[in-house]
């Protein structure tokens, strides 16, 4: 299948995007702002340090687990969209846990971190798999803007915590709750867990008829059933290790740079400008996001890494 060079995703592709975009959104928002934020309130920073770690572990563990026999379930939309009411589910716990129950905060804030984690960097991710499978990295490109935006609003989420004097966080954290929400009803609208069934295009490309996109399609399900990439034989594989760990690399150095950039900020109190630097950062991670996403799709995936890594050095 040629690989597209234009952005038109189609509107069901944007109601993915979304989807996917608040559900980034509440990775950071579960996982990030309470670090960043509210960590004294609920045991301090390193308490909730360690919490966000071994949560982070745990989810990719979960997923190593369940990855081999993923072929076998029969609606990955169907995950995606019960891990997105559980990770709701969580961040109203947050919300509402009250501040003199700090361990059962606790145990909510790291249960929230693996469902968030998962439900955008697994589930949702392998749908747009599914949707484009020549044009993911576009699709991550543009969604992974939600990192930087969620990022670059720590600054008014914690004003707005003790905007009253106190500590309102079920009052802060309403927003972000309403838009994860909004996000999760976009999916269960508009997505399907092959475009096919929605009246859509793979890739978004209309040139393919009706019985091709089915065949499509029906292939792909019974493939899934039948590959040999099980868990064990992924480990196995040479390619797969080196392609994970300068990936994974990379995604520790740019999530811990956004995660701890807010704390070591706000260390220096009023000698740095906290807003200022905040918003810089979301705007060139905006901006360095969408052109990674671009750059996949027109020059590849290998090219289009070598070229952010090499920004990375310099």
């Given at each position: 299948m040629e690989q597209k060079k234009s952005i038109n995703i189609g509107f069901r592709g944007w109601m993915l995007v979304l989807w996917l975009a608040t559900a980034f959104l509440a990775y950071t928002v579960i996982g990030n702002y309470p670090l960043n934020i509210l960590a004294d309130l609920y045991g301090g920073a390193q308490?909730?340090?360690?919490?966000?770690?071994?949560?982070?572990?745990?989810?990719?563990?979960?997923?190593?687990?369940?990855?081999?026999?993923?072929?076998?379930?029969?609606?990955?939309?169907?995950?995606?969209?019960?891990?997105?009411?559980?990770?709701?589910?969580?961040?109203?716990g947050i919300m509402y846990i009250p501040m003199?129950?700090?361990?059962?905060?606790?145990?909510?804030?790291?249960?929230?971190?693996?469902?968030?984690?998962?439900?955008?960097?697994?589930?949702?991710?392998?749908?747009?798999?599914?949707?484009?499978?020549?044009?993911?990295?576009t699709i991550m490109g543009i969604a992974t803007l939600a990192f930087p935006v969620g990022n670059g609003l720590l600054g008014p989420f914690a004003a707005s915590v003790f905007s009253k004097g106190f500590p309102d966080v079920a009052g802060a954290f309403?927003?972000?709750?309403?838009?994860?929400?909004?996000?999760?009803?976009?999916?269960?609208?508009?997505?399907?867990?092959?475009?096919?069934?929605?009246?859509?295009?793979?890739?978004?490309?209309?040139?393919?008829?009706?019985?091709?996109?089915k065949k499509m399609m029906l292939e792909e399900i019974e493939n899934q059933k039948t590959t040999v990439w099980k868990t064990g034989h992924t480990l196995k594989c040479l390619d797969f290790w080196l392609i994970t760990i300068p990936m994974g690399t990379l995604l520790m150095f740019s999530v811990g740079m956004m995660t701890q950039t807010a704390a070591i900020i706000g260390s220096f109190g009023d000698a740095l400008n906290y807003g200022q630097i905040m918003g810089m950062i979301m705007i060139f991670g905006c901006i360095g996001s969408y052109v990674l996403g671009l750059l996949d799709t027109k020059l590849g995936t290998k090219t289009a890494m070598t070229i952010a890594v090499l920004i990375i050095f310099v």
């Open positions: 308490k909730l340090s360690a919490i966000y770690t071994a949560a982070s572990v745990v989810g990719i563990l979960i997923q190593l687990g369940i990855s081999g026999s993923i072929g076998k379930v029969k609606s990955i939309r169907m995950v995606s969209l019960v891990l997105g009411v559980l990770t709701v589910l969580s961040l109203v003199s129950s700090p361990a059962l905060w606790q145990v909510m804030y790291g249960v929230g971190t693996v469902i968030s984690v998962m439900y955008g960097t697994f589930a949702i991710s392998i749908l747009v798999g599914q949707w484009f499978p020549t044009r993911k990295g309403l927003p972000f709750l309403l838009v994860i929400s909004a996000g999760w009803a976009l999916g269960f609208i508009f997505i399907k867990d092959y475009p096919e069934q929605c009246g859509a295009y793979r890739d978004n490309n209309q040139s393919l008829t009706p019985e091709i996109a």
